[in-house]
């Protein structure tokens, strides 16, 4: 079992680097919780408290990010290894900025976020990941403003879809009223609803009411269009 802990352990950016010796020690003095969670369970919510990591080890989970007016959200999701947003367990605003339910039963391990910082004041290598964890999300995050702006609409709600989502790459859905996209994306309804129905014709989104669905966010994308890194 501890040979598996650690194995998992490894995968995830935070230990990667850390030596068997260390990582043993750190299994026998750091206080870790385990916790197995059955499919369609709310993790952890949005404007929740982030007071402890948690680290999704296998599993799916579904990731909802709500727009601070409520007009407009996104569904998208992750598999483990994984860690739920570590740059928000620090900072001005501690709490969690999205929801994270399971799609299946998932495996996490989690820790208190006074274990955090015994590891970072204890292993240089844990801090220096944790570190450049944070650093890159906040460097990806200024460099995105200075981006490339399309000359299309479609481009203009492509490049917007980038800037809201977590991974560049998978299923989306974004739960949306045509008019509320078209100010999002400052164009007209009819303008933005020709581009949506271009996009469909493309085999790219799929239509629905109330909402699209983008099947593969990398076709989406397809190299023509700036788009933040942030895998």
Known sequence: MELQIY????????????SRVDMT???ARTKFGFEKI?????????????HRLYFLLNGTLEIENISDDHNYRIIESTT???VLQPERIFGLRQRYTKTYRTREDCNFVWLMKSEVLKLMANYEIFRLNLL????????????WVWKHSPQD??????RWIAGHVCDPTGE?????????????????RLDVSKALNEMESEGLIKLLRGRFV??????LINGKHAVPNKS
């Open 25 to 27: 020690e750190i299994l």
């Open 172 to 188: 989306k859905v974004i739960y949306i009223k045509m008019r509320q996209l078209a100010q999002e994306v400052n164009d007209s």
């Open 38 to 50: 059955e499919a369609d369970k709310e993790v952890v919510c949005a404007g929740e408290e982030c």
């Open 214 to 219: 983008i099947p593969e966010m990398k076709m």
């Open 153 to 158: 609409v479609k481009g203009h709600i492509i």
């Open 132 to 143: 450049n964890i944070i650093s890159t999300y906040g460097q990806r995050s200024a460099d």
């Open 7 to 18: 194995n998992k352990l490894l995968e995830l950016p935070l230990f990667q680097g850390l």
């Open 80 to 82: 483990g290894p994984e």
